[in-house]
């Protein structure tokens, strides 16, 4: 089946810890995305990548870190320089960056 | 950066009746998607539609980009539609960049 994949799906962090969030990706695509989501409001862009060795920041991207040294690959290192990390975490992949994002079942982080 | 505003904002609806959602976007974007979240938090995409008009069964979305808006219409509603709506905007300067609404939350009762 081909799809993405996300884990844990519940993960604590106490404080002044990193912690860092899978998403894999079986679907042969190219892009890949990492989302915050808070209560009640829409998705908001972390970091993006375009192609393997290769990211940009989105809008909020103080406090985290990524890499992308695997096309199937995108994980998301939270630090403990991020001061709110409470939140819902969605990684998504597209063919390319103009094309059809699809979403994997997200990570909820709560701190400690 | 680019703004997004939807609406109406939260919607209840009786089995069987028909919607519009409405997203409006500040400026010219290539990409446009709409998204489903359903309680559990799992986002599926419903249309990949950056201009023109699409139709997937009892969905259907335009977008006008030259007026900066697109309209999601649900026909029939059932109460399985229920949950979060987003639209997503992609800026014709900065493909990767996306911008979500703050989502409709549409609630169906049977």
């Known amino acids: 089946d081909g799809g993405i994949t996300q884990s844990p799906k519940y993960l604590f962090r106490k404080e002044g810890q990193n912690v860092t969030l899978s998403c894999e990706q079986n679907l042969n695509h190219d892009a890949m995305y990492w989302y915050r989501q808070d209560p009640g409001q829409g998705l908001r862009l972390i970091y993006y990548?375009?192609?393997?060795?290769?990211?940009q920041k989105g809008d909020i991207a103080e406090g985290y870190s990524v890499s992308r040294e695997k096309k199937e690959s995108f994980p998301l290192t939270v630090t403990s320089a991020q001061k709110n990390p409470t939140a819902f975490y969605l990684c998504a992949s597209s063919r390319g960056l103009e094309e059809t994002q699809y979403f994997g079942p997200g990570t909820r982080l709560l701190v400690l | 950066g680019i703004q997004v505003e939807q609406s109406p904002p939260d919607l209840i609806l009786q089995e069987g009746a028909n919607s519009t959602l409405r997203c409006n976007f500040s400026?010219?974007?290539?990409?446009l998607q709409w998204f489903h979240q359903n309680p559990w938090g799992q986002l599926i995409n419903l249309f990949y539609i950056p201009s023109g008009t699409k139709q997937n069964g009892r969905l259907s979305a335009t977008t006008v980009a030259t007026e900066r808006y697109s309209l999601l219409y649900i026909s029939s509603s059932q109460t399985t539609d229920s949950g979060v709506y987003f639209c997503?905007?992609?800026?014709?300067?900065?493909?990767?960049?996306?911008?979500f609404g703050d989502g409709t939350t549409l609630t169906v009762k049977p």
């Open positions: 997503a905007v992609f800026p014709s300067t900065n493909a990767g960049k996306s911008t």
């Open positions: 400026d010219s974007v290539n990409n």
């Open positions: 990548s375009q192609i393997v060795n290769d990211f």
